[in-house]
């Protein structure tokens, strides 16, 4: 089926260097994508987000980068901090004509900041 | 005000109870949703209630009933459940569908014994 999904489910950083989380999907109706952040006994926190008619997007510390030829989307994190230590999982809300309420994560990706 | 909270933050009960899980945001979102989330795996969407309406069921058995009674409160009205259904519990909400962020509560643990 058609679903959101992680190329790695860990990766280990060294303090100081950028993280690149990855993330793939089937569903080329897709049309909005969400990163979220989720620390150990927390809920998850939205990071940032991009709508398919962009293929980049930045925060604070925080790059999105979104390619709808092959269905991909990463996460790049600037000079990662022991305080980026946590699960990452991307979502996608199924595009137009798909039921917009509900969010599909992906497996999530496990990072952990070596200091 | 851009919080999601829910209460109780731990649960325990037996197979015969019945407890209710409680969720509020003040942002003034018309969407609200309720997740279940095992270890180590994504959140797995429950039920979805728009401006106060069920629009949403997941397939969720019924020993999960969910209640909005108003556009601030969101309640998990749990009964007879099994010791499969311990997991992490976690409420969020949205400005409405589409293109709008869902931003989650911090979750209530449950454990059924």
């Known amino acids: 089926g058609e679903s959101v999904g992680l190329h790695l489910p860990t990766l280990s950083v060294q303090e100081g260097d950028n993280s690149i989380i990855n993330c793939a999907y089937s569903?080329?109706?897709?049309?909005?994508f969400i990163w979220y952040k989720q620390e150990s006994g927390k809920g998850p926190q939205f990071i940032i987000d991009?709508?398919?008619?962009?293929d980049k997007r930045q925060g604070q510390r925080v790059t999105v980068l979104l390619n709808k030829t092959v269905k991909h989307l990463s996460l790049q994190i600037a000079a990662t901090q022991p305080g980026d230590s946590a699960v990452y999982f991307c979502?996608?809300?199924?595009?137009?004509?798909?039921?917009?309420?509900?969010?599909?994560f992906g497996a999530g990706t496990t990072v952990t900041v070596r200091a | 005000d851009t919080e999601v909270t829910q209460t109780p933050k731990h649960l325990v009960m037996g197979m015969t109870n019945k407890k209710s899980l409680k969720c509020e945001q003040h942002?003034?979102?018309?969407?609200m949703y309720w997740y279940k989330q095992k270890a180590k795996k994504p959140p797995e969407l429950m039920f979805v209630?728009?401006?106060?309406?069920?629009?949403i069921n997941e397939s969720v058995p019924s020993r999960f009933s969910p209640e909005c009674p108003n556009s601030s409160l969101l309640n998990l009205h749990l009964h007879a459940l099994q010791p499969e259904d311990s997991a992490l519990y976690l409420c969020?909400?949205?400005?409405?569908?589409?293109?709008?962020?869902?931003?989650f509560g911090p979750g209530t643990r449950l454990t059924v014994t």
């Open positions: 969020a909400s949205s400005h409405g569908t589409g293109f709008y962020e869902q931003y």
């Open positions: 569903n080329s109706a897709s049309d909005y």
């Open positions: 991009i709508r398919s008619n962009m």
């Open positions: 979502a996608e809300n199924g595009g137009e004509g798909s039921n917009d309420y509900k969010l599909s």
């Open positions: 942002m003034g979102h018309r969407a």
């Open positions: 209630y728009s401006y106060e309406k069920l629009s």
